[in-house]
């Protein structure tokens, strides 16, 4: 349950940041790329925010098999 959550807020918390910075890129050139970006910058976010909580749950994995050995 706590690794489902985590993974949850990590993934949201990346994909608000990944929107806010595709909007402020897109809103450079016009309204229409402002919103684009923002819906590409959230994709691109969340996937971060996915693979990042992925490989530090692996990493603790690791870490408590080399201790119990």
Partial sequence: MGSNLKRTL?????????AAAGAAIGGLFNRNAASTGGAIGALVGAVI?????????????????????
């Fill in 10 to 18: 990590s993934r949201a918390r990346y994909a608000a940041m990944g």
């Fill in 49 to 69: 925010g996915e693979k990042r909580v992925a490989a530090s749950d692996l990493v603790e994995q690791v870490k408590e098999r080399s201790e119990s050995q």
